[in-house]
């Protein structure tokens, strides 16, 4: 894989992951103030723009990491490998934390915890309806690496491929795929699941991917302005009403997350290390973590307000209370888990693989959250 390192994406992860983590500390602060008999702090739902923020990052680095491995069996096993190491030992670690919860402190749950075949799909990625009759595993916000798995899989068949001859698989499968969900072919969970239009913000991300490949790159006012739009159409609520997965909602969702990725990814980068810039990059680093642990963090956050601090201070003091703890554990979290386990799995592997694929560098593009 191509070494490479973009700050302006590791910024741009931050961003979307404080965007979500922000979204939960809505839902948390809504639910606190309804049980006072008050009503919302603020509307939530722009900052949940976040997760098609993150699936657009996520099709942008796939491509742009590896521009030069198609075409290789070697690289199409290296690139999985990597992928699974990456983002499955903090996965499980969180859904063995929701399972414990769910069965020893269900009020701290969302939903029970399900038969056998539901808990083993949680730690497998597969799309299983919970009790609450929704598509989500154990850890809830793992429902976008369901969707990351798929990603990952189509991609290294295509790596498998001659470059141009891959992408087009890339493109056309998953195209495919939600054009018969939209039609509504698709027999099954798991595949309705997978065929939602979220998916298209994915191939939208990669699209980005092949332009900065090809050397296209904009102006410092042109990536300004684009960034502006972006982030004015998602806080001007434009999204249209309707089910959450329908398809013009999710172009909706999707197209000023690309705007947004665009400005980041072919605009200049940032340079220098100024103070706020070094913490965006971390947060960037651990905006996996960030963004697997928040909701569990502010769902624990939330009861315990609950019973001790509704009427000694604002409930707003929340929300900057909220996003501090979740960047602290988040970083932790990295910096004592993720890397370390990460760097160590990877050693494990590399001594094990061929000299082909020992050869293929992992682009520290690849150590931020795969979706979030």
């Known amino acids: 894989m191509t070494a490479m390192k973009l700050p302006n994406i590791q910024i741009l992860r ?10 939960h500390c809505g839902i948390e602060t809504a639910r606190l103030s309804a049980s006072a008999g008050g009503g919302r702090l603020f509307d939530e739902a722009p900052w949940g723009a976040g997760v098609p923020i993150f699936f657009a990052i996520s099709g942008f680095i796939m ?7 198609f075409g290789s069996a070697a690289a199409a096993a290296d690139f999985m490998r990597r992928r699974v190491i990456r983002i499955v030992p903090l996965y499980w670690l969180v859904t063995t934390l929701a399972l414990g919860v769910a069965l020893f402190a ?7 915890p399900g038969d056998f075949l539901y808990v083993l799909a949680s730690y497998l990625f597969w799309p299983y309806v919970r009790a609450t009759g929704d598509v989500r595993p154990l850890a809830t ?20 491929l001659r470059r141009g001859l891959g992408l087009s698989l890339l493109f056309a499968s998953l195209t495919m795929l939600v054009a018969a969900r939209v039609a509504g ?13 979220i998916v298209l913000g994915f191939l939208l991300g990669a699209a980005v991917g092949i332009a900065y490949n090809r050397g296209l790159r904009l102006s410092g006012f042109a990536a300004l302005a684009l960034m502006i739009v972006g982030f004015s159409v998602i806080f001007l609520s434009w999204v249209p009403s309707g089910a959450e997965d329908a398809l013009g909602r999710r172009l909706a969702e999707a197209a000023p997350a690309t705007l947004i990725l665009i400005a980041f990814a072919l605009g200049p980068q940032v340079e220098g290390r100024s ?30 307000w609950h019973k001790v601090l509704p009427s000694l201070v604002p409930l707003w003091i929340f929300i900057p209370v909220g996003i501090a703890a979740a960047v602290a554990v988040a970083l932790a979290s990295y910096r ?6 990460t760097r160590w799995l990877n050693g494990k592997a590399a001594r094990r693989a061929s000299p082909a694929a020992t050869r293929l560098k992992a682009s520290p593009l690849m150590r931020g959250t795969p979706a979030a």
């Open 185 to 197: 072919l698709l027999p099954g969970v798991a595949l309705n699941f997978w065929g939602d239009p």
């Open 275 to 304: 103070l706020p810039l070094r913490g965006a990059l971390a947060v960037g680093d651990a905006s996996y973590s960030l963004y697997l642990i928040q909701e569990f963090l502010l769902r624990l956050m939330s009861l315990g």
């Open 14 to 23: 931050a961003c979307a992951a404080m965007m979500i983590v922000v979204y």
């Open 63 to 69: 491509v742009v990491t590896s521009a030069r491995a």
């Open 106 to 112: 269900p009020s701290l749950s969302k939903a029970p």
């Open 336 to 341: 004592w888990f993720e890397k370390p386990v």
């Open 141 to 160: 916000p793992g429902w976008t690496l369901n969707l990351e798995m798929l990603f990952y899989v189509v991609f290294a068949v295509s790596l498998l």
